[in-house]
């Protein structure tokens, strides 16, 4: 078990929807990663978050959008929902986010656009 | 261009054998770490080793070691005495500043009895 929490595990949705998915870091960790591993384009980086502020920015579509609170949980917002968007969806953490840090990641959640 | 290359998809080892696994990248980095993490089917990423870029001594995790040879820019690993539950995806992984962990296409490994 890495510590680090993912909810939902599943989530299956319509086209044009907009969901919420939720993640809480290992105990002690301070920065949040987001990535997006789909069939075609492997592990994608889409967002990193420390200590409640956005640090790097990957490949995260402008209907995407994340944030870290102050209990240093974080949430993805994916909205307007595409086919393509269907993907494993994982968040992982690390002590310091310096980016030689180890990644620890959760069991991701699966997204099903229908 | 920090590009991380695995150049095998797919490979398969025997039971008690030992396998290789390649990984080369891209950087003008000087001092940096590089990562294998495992994916079994259950789908949970897992960290398997990790070397330091400015650590001349190769990193082993039990029956886990890799080859780093800086110059080429080579990091690949070594699975000695192959088990079954080391039927997995293997990626490799480079840091690239501003961007976070950069994740190559991975290799699918088979280990079979």
């Known amino acids: 078990d890495s510590g680090v929490t993912q909810t939902p595990k599943h989530l299956i949705t319509a086209t044009g929807q907009r969901v919420t998915l939720r993640c809480s870091p290992r105990?002690?960790?301070?920065?949040v990663y987001w990535y997006q591993q789909s069939l075609d384009q492997g592990l994608q980086f889409l967002i990193q978050y420390y200590n409640g502020e956005e640090r790097a920015k990957g490949n995260i579509l402008e209907r995407f959008s994340a944030q870290q609170f102050p209990d240093l949980h974080s949430e993805l917002n994916l909205s307007s929902l595409e086919l393509g968007d269907s993907a494993l969806y994982f968040c992982?953490?690390?002590?310091?986010?310096?980016?030689?840090?180890?990644?620890?990641f959760g069991n991701g959640t699966r997204l099903t656009v229908t | 261009a920090q590009t991380v290359t695995q150049s095998q998809p797919e490979m398969s080892v025997q039971e008690a054998e030992t396998v290789t696994l390649s990984c080369t990248y891209d950087t003008s980095e000087s001092n940096y770490y590089l990562f294998w993490y495992k994916q079994p089917p259950s789908r949970q990423m897992i960290l398997v080793i990790r070397?330091?870029?400015?650590?001349?001594q190769n990193a082993t995790e039990n029956r886990f070691s890799v080859n780093f040879q800086k110059a080429a820019k080579s990091f690949s690993l070594k699975i000695s005495d192959s088990q079954l539950g080391d039927t997995a995806m293997y990626f490799c992984a480079f840091p690239k500043p501003g961007y976070a962990l950069n994740f190559g296409k991975g290799t699918s490994l088979l280990v079979t009895p």
């Open positions: 070397q330091e870029a400015y650590k001349q």
């Open positions: 105990s002690g960790d301070l920065s």
């Open positions: 992982a953490s690390s002590l310091q986010g310096g980016h030689n840090s180890p990644l620890h």
